[in-house]
């Protein structure tokens, strides 16, 4: 097996031949699955000057990456209990009993609007103080 520091890939003998990156080293089998055995549990592969690839700690995310995920964990939990504001807000409308008492869907409209006040918090991305959903509400989400 070979590895191509410009490429980042790894490329074998028998399937790319004459195909190789000019700058690809020979790597022992041995040291090709450890590279992979690392990959798989979050190493990266990064090439030191030889050429050679060595496994390295990824680095830490970004304050920006930290935002967006944070964003999108808010996103999930927010959209988990669309439909259970959608059927409500139709019961209303058709005049029909609702599934939730009065004070559960208050509940319920505060605690996805302390989910969109996450961003504002002191300290978010890095250090975030997630609200607690009402415990009601896990039974009606659970798959």
């Known amino acids: 097996m070979y590895f191509s520091q410009s490429t980042g890939g790894f490329y074998d003998e028998s399937v790319h031949c004459n195909l190789m990156p000019p700058d690809s080293v020979e790597l022992t089998d041995k040291h090709y699955r450890s590279l992979l ?3 798989s549990v ?3 592969i990064v090439a030191v000057a ?3 690839p060595v496994l390295v700690d990824p680095p830490e995310p970004t304050t920006n990456q930290l935002a967006v995920q944070a964003r999108i964990q808010r996103d999930g939990l927010v959209s988990s209990s669309d439909w259970i504001v ?3 807000r139709d019961q209303l409308d058709a005049g029909s009993k ?3 008492p009065a ?3 208050t509940e319920l ?3 996805r609007q302390m989910l969109r006040d996450v961003p504002a918090q002191k300290g978010f991305p890095s250090s975030i103080n997630w609200p607690t959903s009402p415990a009601w509400l896990k039974t009606l989400t659970q798959s």
Do not use: F
């Open 103 to 105: 004070s559960q869907y």
């Open 86 to 88: 959608a059927r409500h």
């Open 50 to 52: 030889d050429g050679k």
């Open 98 to 100: 609702t599934s939730l």
């Open 109 to 111: 409209i505060q605690y």
């Open 42 to 44: 979050g190493k990266q």
């Open 37 to 39: 055995d690392g990959q």
